[in-house]
């Protein structure tokens, strides 16, 4: 789609956080905003690959009111027939649990919403259902529901009508709480192709702070779905692991060894850029991170986004590090602590090998003055594999005023890059306010570069995102 229309869809929730954020707490005015973020091997939508058998990273954004009303973004890196990058649904509806006067032993939760879906740099592509739906838990850890979606004839597609039969039962503690998953939905596709039958089953488990499932999924699709000599339709097994805020997937931190903790982000911004150049074809990106800690100082963790590279062929980035970090005043030599780290980076990206690079990695941070923090990092790129991505330096400065004078934070960013592979050194700068609402942070920020290529992707631009880390 055009990116008018998801910067659109994204800056209304951004406001809608803004607006909302009048109190400390996570309630405002009877409204809760929640959020997740998952990494999985591969993302299946109704027993096809949208990704090119490839992994994705995908996070959700919601705001529900104590009423039942709820209004969301879900996104995801998308790699379908080529055409997108990242897919983005935009949703509203109402739900609420009913056991009608008692006439049920248990109760019924009813969902009845509208569903738009759309794709970045597809704009034929996107399409609206209405759904709805129902769940009952008939007796401890057992869960029930069923979908029906229907698809509105507004778009160049026909995305017809899809039910959705799903149910899990979590085992008792003592027999390791493992949830038990299955699912079965009918497609009743209308666009001259065939319909057919998709499957999924699998076990989760709640663990560490993450939740972790391992599914089996399959269709009866005839449909030639093809991508590299691989269906996109066939049966295959999924991964993925994900957390949500304030759910029972952060909750299992608790189970951790002493001196470990866990911690996962999310985050939908307008743009993806990387030291000054968009790496989203100026388009918006989904984001998200996974890290273990240790009271050591040691770390490990990754981090992924969606991505639209030049040649085109990739569209998830999916980094990994690990590194050690500590605080130190030097024996009180220092009047305030330095804090430094350390640590190895590798760069990955979906079916595009011959990108990947690695990169030593060491910075050190300070506040001299309350809520004014200074920071700075270097980058050196080891020559390894295909690439020979150089060094890079960065330094940063934010200072976050006062609560009785709104508590806004002002950035500052100056970085330069040492390429070495034959492209043009240069020096990339950024400037922004951002703010806390709760678990959620908001930021608006101006970058540029000196770059001298041609390239629109390097030019001057507003980039605005919504994050939290939980």
């Not at 090119?52 to 790699?79: K, T």
């Not at 609420?96 to 006067?101: K, P, Q």
């Not at 390429?419 to 922004?432: C, F, M, S, T, V």
């Amino acid at each position: 789609m055009k990116k008018t229309q998801l910067t659109v869809a994204i800056s209304l929730l951004v406001t809608s956080f803004i607006v909302l954020a009048e109190e400390t707490d996570n309630s405002y005015y009877g409204f809760t905003p929640t959020a997740s973020v998952a990494l999985t091997t591969d993302y299946i939508w109704r027993g096809v690959s949208q990704t090119n058998n490839d992994p994705a990273i995908q996070g959700a954004f919601d705001l529900s009111h104590e009423s039942g009303l709820y209004l969301g973004l879900w996104a995801s890196s998308y790699e379908f027939a080529n055409e997108a990058t990242m897919e983005l649904d935009v949703y509203g509806g109402f739900s609420r649990g009913t056991d009608f006067g008692g006439t049920l032993p248990f109760e019924l939760t009813y969902d009845i919403g509208v569903l738009r879906y759309e794709y970045t740099g597809a704009s034929d592509a996107g399409f609206t259902e209405l759904y709805f739906g129902a769940a009952i838990a008939p007796f401890e850890n057992f869960n029930l529901s069923t979908y029906y979606y229907y698809g509105l004839k507004v778009d160049k597609t026909l995305p017809g009508e899809y039910t959705d039969i799903s149910a899990d039962y979590t085992l008792p503690d003592s027999l390791g709480g493992i949830t038990l998953l299955a699912h079965a939905g009918y497609y009743n596709q209308k666009g001259g192709l065939d319909d057919y039958w998709d499957w999924k089953i699998g076990v989760s488990k709640d663990l560490g702070g993450f939740n972790f499932e391992v599914a089996y999924i399959d269709t009866d699709d005839s449909n030639a779905y093809a991508a590299g000599g691989r269906r996109l339709d066939d049966g295959r097994v999924v991964a993925t692991i994900s957390r949500e805020l304030g759910g029972s997937s952060a909750a299992s931190a608790d189970s951790l060894p002493t001196g470990f903790e866990t911690s996962a982000s999310v985050a939908l911004t307008t743009d993806y850029v990387w030291r000054g150049v968009s790496q989203t074809n100026n388009n918006p990106a989904i984001q998200g991170s996974f890290d273990v800690a240790h009271e050591s100082g040691a770390y490990i963790g990754v981090w992924a986004s969606s991505f639209d590279g030049a040649s085109g062929g990739a569209s998830m980035e999916l980094d990994a590090y690990a590194g050690f970090s500590r605080e130190t005043d030097f024996g009180g030599k220092l009047p305030f602590n330095l804090t430094y780290d350390l640590g190895i980076l590798r760069y990955e990206y979906t079916s595009e090998a011959d990108l990947n690079f690695t990169e030593l990695y060491f910075g050190a941070s300070i506040s001299p003055l309350k809520d004014l923090n200074l920071s700075t990092y270097y980058f050196y790129g080891l020559k390894i594999g295909h690439t020979h991505p150089g060094e890079y330096t960065d330094m940063a400065v934010d200072y976050t005023l006062p609560e009785d004078l709104g508590a806004v934070t002002f950035l500052a960013h100056a970085g330069y890059y040492n390429q070495k592979a034959g492209a043009d050194n240069y020096w990339d700068w950024k400037l922004g306010i951002a703010r806390d609402f709760g678990d959620f942070n908001v930021e608006v920020a101006y970058t540029e570069t000196d770059n001298s290529n041609d390239s629109n992707i390097e030019a001057a631009r507003a980039v605005a995102t919504v994050s939290t880390t939980f």
